[in-house]
């Protein structure tokens, strides 16, 4: 494990690479002892550094790895999660300045618009689904503050699970409505298909992915409350995208939402209207 000064030094690499859009090397090359206990609490400082100096909230979470295949990847035997704060939010018909972010890529899952707070220890699906005002189509970009998406699971976890920015469609349907264990999607870039998959290979189903991160935070103090948006979890592959991309995803009982982004990328410094501010204070 590290030390409190080199997980603030951490802390401090990954924000200056966002900063400067600038990736760092794995962190597990230059701190070889790192450990996901580390990862999350470097994760957390960079949060509460954020909403203590940068104006911006909590407004939900987000699930990684989420599927079989992505953990067996990074060696681990249960999910990782971040942050969604309020400056992450993109508004859906706003292009997407792609100058204020990494290597960011695209993922398609359904969103959670909490009702009333979660339980945290002992949170089951059934306590989701009570408690889940909306299930939403979404979009969610993730960018990796770590060169060329060589990461490990202390740098995805500690990059707070490669979060970016969250994008909610307009279709607001309630869980009795829906199963959200089995809701097939459709990702178009322009007119062309290039993935489709299931919200079944979330985990088998996205509202454990949901009910293990209310037990997850718990662990921390966090709860998972009221008005919180949470993303359990991919349903496809991850997408790279380019100056001027648009894609549209389809869900099954649930519509479309869309992404585009501008043709080119602003200079650094040149503000992105993209983005809008809302969500609930961190609690940390």
């Not at 993730?142 to 969250?166: E, F, L, P, Q």
Request: glycine fraction near 8%.
């Amino acid at each position: 494990m590290l030390d409190p000064a080199r997980r603030a030094e951490a802390a401090e690499l990954l924000r200056a690479a966002q900063r400067d859009r600038a990736p760092v090397d794995p962190l597990a090359t230059i701190w070889p002892e790192i450990d996901a206990t580390d990862a999350y609490e470097i994760q957390l400082l960079n949060i509460r550094e954020r909403v203590r100096n940068e104006n911006v909230t909590v407004h939900g979470h987000k699930v990684g790895l989420s599927s079989t295949v992505m953990q067996q990847m990074m060696g681990v035997d249960e999910p990782d999660y971040g942050h969604l704060l309020s400056d992450m939010v993109l508004t859906e018909g706003t292009p997407v300045d792609l100058g204020r972010y990494c290597q960011p890529r695209i993922e398609v899952e359904i969103g959670y618009v909490l009702g009333r707070s979660l339980p945290g220890e002992g949170c089951t699906t059934a306590d989701v689904l009570a408690a889940t005002e909306y299930v939403v189509p979404s979009i969610e970009l993730i960018d990796s503050r770590i060169k060329d998406w060589k990461i490990g699971i202390a740098d995805t976890i500690a990059d707070n699970a490669s979060s970016a920015g969250v994008l909610l469609g307009a279709a607001r349907v309630r869980p009795a409505d829906l199963d959200p264990a089995d809701v097939a999607a459709v990702l178009y870039r322009g007119d062309e298909e290039i993935a489709r998959g299931n919200t079944s290979a979330v985990l088998g189903d996205p509202t454990e992915a949901v009910a293990w991160l209310a037990r997850k935070v718990a662990s921390y103090g966090v709860r998972l409350e009221a008005g919180h948006v949470v993303l359990p979890g991919s349903c496809t592959r991850a997408v790279d995208v380019r100056p001027g991309d648009e894609f549209r995803a389809e869900f099954a009982g649930l519509g479309p939402v869309s992404i585009a982004f501008l043709r080119a990328e602003r200079p650094p410094g040149v503000h992105s209207t993209g983005h809008r501010r809302a969500g609930n204070r961190i609690r940390h």
